[in-house]
């Protein structure tokens, strides 16, 4: 697989460079230079999800990483379910929160911790990547332990819950977490001064396990045709997917599992009131305002870092803009939807319930729409139950985390604090 800079295109790497890089020159994004497309998508249906998603990475990356990898590297990093749940009429949940830190990262994160266990064979790696909530715990989950490997998350001090920071802060060993006094956005800007810095990439070979990542990207592709697949045992249609937007990693992958001939009939990108997205494809003006706090944290992200690959994919698919409506859903409609949703018997949390009130809002009268579940209720347990006035039992994953303490270092926005910091826990 080739992929180019999208910021300078002569920068040309394989699949294997672009997951060790993560970014590339003036922090360009990697992007493939040619979307493969699958025959006879219905047989592939049919198929059951490991099984499929083995053809659907093959066409990526069996030319350069073999198919026998290919298999093994989906075999370990699939090993959980992902059901299709009806919400209400017309309205289905794809639950994406059953594996390990009961999140969607958990697919991104554990196919790219079985990439670079297969493609760096003994090299040391430092992984530096930042964290709106869930992304720290899928990848400290996914990479603790390994061999060879160490894992700096960064993460915006006080603006995630404590269930979410005890997740990924008290592991130790080869994860090493940061909580830096600011916002997400400031973390991500951090990560992206530390690709740029030559002492750092030369000292430290750092990789970035953000969704920036290609493989994670790869990995997403593969929910959205099981999506599909689940959807049309009932249904003669196509659906009309709501993708829970922050980074827009997720909706990228939608967009690649479409251009690789998945029917899907259209995407609705829905944010928070972080809606850069949404008033931009209104109004074709990108004006990022600061970001703001929200119940659905996960999602403040005021300048989505995917957002080129969009369009990038609607460009050499001929597509247009105007085919993705942006919703940006507000904090009280956000309420409103959980509640909606729990009182038709189905228990939700912030994020999914922006994309089932976005879908509700523009599914027309002869299409049945899908959300994504983003995340387990319980791991937005507060909220949750300040809306609904109920209890939530914690599932035993996140039982096991309340007691233990969390070992972060505190940072300031600061580069070059950053920067002392990250070659003391990593240079022994
Ligand atoms: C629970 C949840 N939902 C939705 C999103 C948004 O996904 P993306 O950043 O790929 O747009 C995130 C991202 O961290 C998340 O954690």
């Not at 720290?136 to 490997?149: K, P, R, S």
């Not at 109920?390 to 070992?407: F, G, R, Y």
Request: hydrophobic fraction near 45%; proline fraction near 5%.
């Amino acid at each position: 697989m080739e992929l180019y800079n999208l910021k300078h295109p002569s920068q040309v790497v394989s699949f294997t460079q672009a997951v060790k890089l993560g970014l590339g020159k003036d922090r360009g994004l990697f992007f493939p230079k040619n979307i493969p497309t699958l025959d006879d998508i219905d047989g592939l249906l049919a198929l059951p999800f490991v099984e499929r998603s083995k053809k659907v990475i093959g066409a990526w990356l069996a030319e350069e990483l073999g198919q026998d990898t290919v298999d093994r590297i989906v075999e370990r990093a699939f090993n959980f379910d992902l059901p299709l749940v009806q919400a209400d009429k017309d309205l289905y949940s794809l639950e994406l929160f059953h594996g390990p830190t009961l999140a969607f990262k958990d697919f991104g994160a554990r196919f790219m911790a079985q990439c670079l266990n297969e493609l760096a064979k003994g090299e040391k790696i430092n992984i530096l990547t930042a964290t709106s909530g869930d992304t720290g715990a899928a990848v400290a989950d996914a990479f603790y332990g390994l061999d060879n490997i160490n894992v700096v998350v960064l993460y915006p001090k006080g603006k995630i819950s404590v269930l979410q920071e005890k997740m990924f802060t008290t592991l130790g060993d080869n994860i090493h977490t940061v909580a830096v006094s600011a916002d997400f956005d400031a973390c991500q800007t951090l990560v992206k001064q530390s690709f740029e810095d030559s002492d750092i990439r030369d000292g430290l070979h750092l990789n970035s396990a953000n969704s920036i990542n290609i493989s994670r990207l790869l990995a997403q592709i593969c929910y959205y045709f099981e999506a599909v697949a689940q959807f049309k045992k009932s249904n003669n249609s196509d659906p009309v997917i709501a993708v829970p937007s922050g980074n827009f990693g997720n909706l990228t992958a939608g967009l690649f599992a479409k251009a690789m001939g998945l029917p899907i009939k259209r995407f609705i990108a829905a944010t928070n009131s972080n809606d850069t997205v949404p008033r931009y494809l209104d109004n074709g003006e990108w004006s990022p305002q600061l970001t703001v706090a929200t119940m659905s944290n996960a999602m403040d992200v005021a300048e989505p870092s995917n957002w080129p690959r969009v369009e990038a994919i609607v460009k050499v698919m001929n597509w247009s803009l105007t085919d993705i409506k942006g919703i940006g859903v507000s904090e009280a409609d956000t309420v409103d939807s959980v509640k909606a949703l729990h009182a038709g018997g189905y228990l939700s949390e912030p994020h999914a319930a922006i994309a089932a009130f976005a879908l509700k809002q523009t599914l027309l009268a002869d299409e049945k729409g899908i959300f994504l579940g983003t995340a387990h209720p319980a791991k937005f347990n507060e909220v949750v139950e300040q809306i609904l006035a109920v209890d939530l039992p914690l599932p035993p994953e996140l039982a096991a985390v309340v007691p233990k303490t969390i070992l972060s270092a505190n940072l300031a926005a600061d580069f070059e604090a950053l920067k002392r910091h990250l070659f003391t826990i990593l240079v022994k």
